[in-house]
């Protein structure tokens, strides 16, 4: 088998390069990924596959059915880019974006393009696959409420037995790939805080009711939460990244505003949390004398990897492929694969793409990220071993 996966991983290294490029000049933000929808289809239908489309959003379900019964396996890549400018210079990335503010700055592109290439090469293979082979193009993975949970909704998931999905990732050399047994991503949720009240002249507080004042009472309090309210033994993140108010140096302001994100592996402590920042922001407002919203939007939910699907296939990957699968800690980042995963067995990889040699060694999100692409066999061959493993 691992001759066959390194042969098949030969055959499609222009296909893999010539997809990313293309979707690497060509962008779309999430919800708006037209074009990119319609190079998957006809990718797709010149491979001889029926993609199926959607009406809420741009996401695209190719079943590939094989000559034996078997197992329904499915693949998920996301396939939005960021609104942001790519700053690669023409000679570092010759097909950097045709799009003004838009950049595949997070390595879907790259996604997008393993499977589809699997996809192709598993059409061409069909004697390979027992049962059926199930690829997810997701929509809008960066901006909630995401594509997943439209995608499970519209039947993307019905019958599946198991799903898996990967994320090139620069935190991890070029040749490696990196799991967890449980939490591998967090909860990602949003909250927002509107503190109101009698404004007045600078030089007489006395005469005012200060909504600046009890704004950054909240944000110093709100870090108590995770240092004396959450067990040492879980894992949150409280962030205020945004406190607006006042527009003179002299003019005490009638509102203050900000904004922030919460992390969390479980729901107990993501309760706890919502509950804290409520209980904080109204007992400041009652303590300042002044009125207080708050907003809390849950985001994606946390993503937590099935421990025996991750197992297999790292096995798989080990004994078929040259990847080194190493053990990594999670991240605080949110990814709406959370959803398959909450609703059937899967697991979720980082695929390390960094190469300290060639200088590539920018962070995901960066205006100059750039990805080893030789990264991109390494997904495809995981995503193979994985597979012929499962159907053998
Ligand atoms: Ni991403």
Redesign the pocket.
């Known amino acids: 088998m691992k001759e066959l996966i390194s042969s098949l991983s030969r055959q499609y290294t222009e296909n893999l390069i010539a997809h990313r490029r293309y979707l690497h000049a060509h962008p779309e933000p999430s919800f708006k990924e037209y074009n990119t929808r319609e190079y998957i289809v006809s990718v797709l239908k010149r491979a001889g596959l029926e993609p199926v489309t959607y009406e809420g959003g741009c996401g695209v379900v190719c079943r590939i059915k094989g000559d034996r019964p078997g197992k329904r396996i499915a693949f998920r890549a ?1 396939i939005d880019a960021l609104c942001m400018q790519e700053e690669n210079s023409l000679s570092a990335c010759p097909y950097r974006s045709e799009n003004e503010g838009v950049m595949h700055a ?3 592109d790259g996604h997008t393009a393993v499977l589809l290439a699997f996809a192709e090469a598993l059409s061409a293979h069909r004697e390979l696959i027992a049962g059926e082979v199930v690829c997810i193009f997701q929509h809008a ?2 901006t909630p409420p995401g594509g997943a949970a439209y995608l499970i909704e519209q039947g993307a998931l019905d019958g599946v037995d198991e799903i898996y999905g990967m ?1 090139l990732w620069p935190a991890l050399d070029l040749g490696r790939i990196g799991y967890t047994h449980g939490a591998m991503m967090a909860a990602a949720d949003m909250f927002e805080v509107t503190f109101t009240g009698p404004g007045g002249h600078g030089s007489q507080p006395h005469n005012s009711k200060d909504v600046l004042l009890a704004a950054c009472s909240a944000v110093e309090q709100y870090q108590g939460i995770v240092s004396r309210q959450v067990s040492a033994l879980d894992t949150a993140v409280v962030s205020v990244c945004r406190l607006t108010s006042g527009t003179a140096y002299n003019v005490i302001p009638d509102r203050a505003e900000l904004s922030g994100t919460v992390r969390t592996f479980s729901e107990d402590v993501q309760s706890l949390i919502m509950e804290r920042i409520d209980r904080i922001s109204r007992g400041i407002a009652d303590m300042y004398g002044i009125g207080c919203e708050v907003n809390y939007s849950k985001g994606f939910p946390a993503l937590i990897n099935h421990a025996s699907v991750v197992d297999r296939a790292i096995q798989s990957i080990s004994a078929h492929t040259p990847i080194q699968p190493v053990s990594v800690q999670p991240v605080m980042i949110g ?1 709406d694969f959370a959803f398959y995963v909450k609703s059937v067995p899967g697991a979720f990889f980082f695929v390390g793409c960094r190469n300290r040699e060639k200088g590539i060694v920018c962070a ?1 999100h960066s205006p100059v990220y750039r990805m080893d692409e030789e990264a991109l066999n390494a997904a495809f061959e995981c995503f193979l071993a994985v597979y012929l493993d499962s159907v053998k």
Do not use: A, T
Request: some cysteine; hydrophobic content about 10%.
């Open positions: 996301d997070c390595g879907h993975e960066e994320h990814e995901i």
